[in-house]
């Protein structure tokens, strides 16, 4: 069965830095394109960051140059290592595999249950 | 940045009935686009991709339609755990990878 746990969130200080992790099962992560999804309290659902089998990576604007997406292939683990961290990125953050469903596209299948991240002073 | 616009955000409805929720982008995303399903408490699910793929275990009341700029999701006789919050989201324009701002599904 494939499983993505989510762990490492927490309360943090504005400018503060906090490491997300995502223990996959039922899959070999560095075999998948892997992404984070976020969801402030009440609100709607916004991309965070993408990594792709060859390494690549990508980020929302909001957050590029503040979070970095890697992958540990020993611990079949997708992380979020995020600094400068701000009160407007409080959120759950939702671990998502970027499956291939098709010949031409990805989709996000499954996510995590999240783990929530409180930006507070 | 592709804007994907949902409407209406909140649909009331009882079970039984048929639902209708519309999504429409900003510039053509082709047949790019998806739909996903999040109860309260849980994470989104996907229900459709694509357009008009279901994904694995989407029961076929759910069904999806539309091409370039507008979409349309259609749940037909809503079962009780059909009321939930539906999400869209492109995957032709990017980054940024882009959802809608949701529509509440609730029980009238």
């Known amino acids: 069965e494939v499983q993505l746990v989510e762990s490492g969130g927490g309360l943090v200080q504005p400018g503060g830095s906090l490491r997300l992790s995502c223990a996959a099962s039922?899959?070999?992560?560095?075999?998948?394109?892997m992404s984070w999804v976020r969801q402030a309290p009440g609100r709607g659902l916004e991309w965070v960051s993408l990594?792709?089998?060859?390494?690549?990576?990508f980020y929302a604007d909001s957050v590029k140059g503040r979070f970095t997406i890697s992958i540990d292939n020993s611990k079949n683990t997708l992380y979020l290592q995020m600094s400068s961290l701000r009160v407007e990125d409080t959120a759950l953050y939702f671990c998502v595999r970027d499956s291939r469903l098709t010949a031409t596209e990805n989709w996000f299948d499954p996510w995590g249950q999240g783990t929530l991240v409180t930006v507070s002073s | 940045e592709t804007v994907l616009t949902q409407s209406p955000a909140t649909l009331s409805l009882s079970p039984g009935d048929t639902a209708t929720l519309f999504c429409r982008a900003s510039q053509s995303v082709d047949i790019y686009l998806g739909w996903y399903q999040q109860k309260p408490g849980q994470a989104p699910r996907l229900l459709i991709y694509d357009a008009s793929n279901r994904a694995a275990g989407v029961p076929a009341r759910f069904s999806g339609s539309g091409s370039g700029t507008d979409f349309t999701l259609t749940i037909s006789s809503l079962e009780p755990e059909d009321f939930a919050v539906y999400y869209c989201?492109?995957?032709?324009?990017?980054?940024?990878?882009?959802f809608g701002g949701g529509t509440k599904v609730e029980i009238k």
């Open positions: 039922g899959f070999i992560v560095s075999n998948q394109h």
């Open positions: 990594i792709y089998v060859d390494g690549r990576t």
């Open positions: 989201q492109q995957r032709k324009n990017w980054p940024p990878l882009t």
